[in-house]
T-cell receptor, first 113, second 115 residues
Framework: KAGVTQTPRYLIKTRGQQVTLSCSPI?????VSWYQQTPGQGLQFLFE???????NKGNFPGRFSGRQFSNSRSEMNVSTLELGDSALYLC????????????FGDGTRLSIL | AQTVTQSQPEMSVQEAETVTLSCTYD???????LFWYKQPPSRQMILVIR??????QNATENRFSVNFQKAAKSFSLKISDSQLGDTAMYFC????????????FGTGTSLTVIP
């Protein structure tokens, strides 16, 4: 069974630009969550999508948005990039029911110049 | 709000020895789920072990075991017979029921296994 796939693996952008990250979950998984990982803050929850609907949202500004498609693939978009958005963005998928662990992708390393 | 605290930013252990990583959490929930994840330098997060709060028996997975103290809100991870491949960041995570799939993570403990 293929794991969680995130693309691209690395990305370099400049301030003010926007970016879209992609995540393909494990086959059969309906829940996709996004996290921002930085050395100082650890993993911070961005949002979760389940069956194409945002089910949970963390405390990030509206510049961070996402969506989920009917095949459960998810995209995350960040607009008007700031230097502080430099981070590893991790996607995790699960069946979406209680007690089900999340399975993570390798992440997208986003660097803002 | 749920918070997860890992008070040991860095730890080291000799190969073949035993090490314990600490995790405490704060919640008003009675039933919830706890997890330990490992993130090696390759950066992919890997599930190590999980525990349901309603189970009194501590979870065990081969060399990995937990000491779950519900009253103290403590969830420590014990790694026995440490191996070089155990070198990684370890994250403790909390999930409350009926929250969808929202996990709360600690800030991590960097473990180095010394040959």
């Amino acid at each position: 069974k293929a794991g969680v796939t995130q693309t691209p693996r690395y990305l370099i952008k400049t301030r003010g630009q926007q970016v879209t990250l992609s995540c393909s979950p494990i086959s059969g998984h309906r829940s996709v969550s996004w996290y921002q990982q930085t050395p100082g803050q650890g993993l911070q929850f961005l949002f979760e999508y389940f069956s194409e609907t945002q089910r949970n949202k963390g405390n990030f500004p509206g510049r961070f948005s996402g969506r989920q498609f009917s095949n459960s693939r998810s995209e995350m978009n960040v607009s008007t990039l700031e230097l502080g958005d430099s981070a590893l963005y991790l996607c995790a998928s699960s069946a979406g029911t209680e007690n089900q662990p999340q399975h993570f992708g390798d992440g997208t390393r986003l660097s803002i110049l | 709000a749920q918070t997860v605290t890992q008070s040991q930013p860095e730890m080291s252990v000799q190969e073949a020895e035993t090490v314990t990583l600490s995790c405490t959490y704060d919640t008003s929930e009675n039933n919830y789920y706890l997890f330990w994840y490992k993130q090696p330098p390759s950066r992919q997060m890997i599930l190590v072990i999980r525990q349901e709060a309603y189970k009194q028996q501590n979870a065990t997975e081969n060399r990995f075991s937990v000491n779950f103290q519900k009253a103290a809100k403590s969830f420590s991870l014990k790694i026995s017979d440490s191996q070089l491949g155990d070198t990684a960041m370890y994250f403790c995570a909390f999930m409350k029921p009926r929250s969808g799939n929202q996990f709360y993570f600690g800030t991590g403990t960097s473990l180095t296994v010394i040959p």
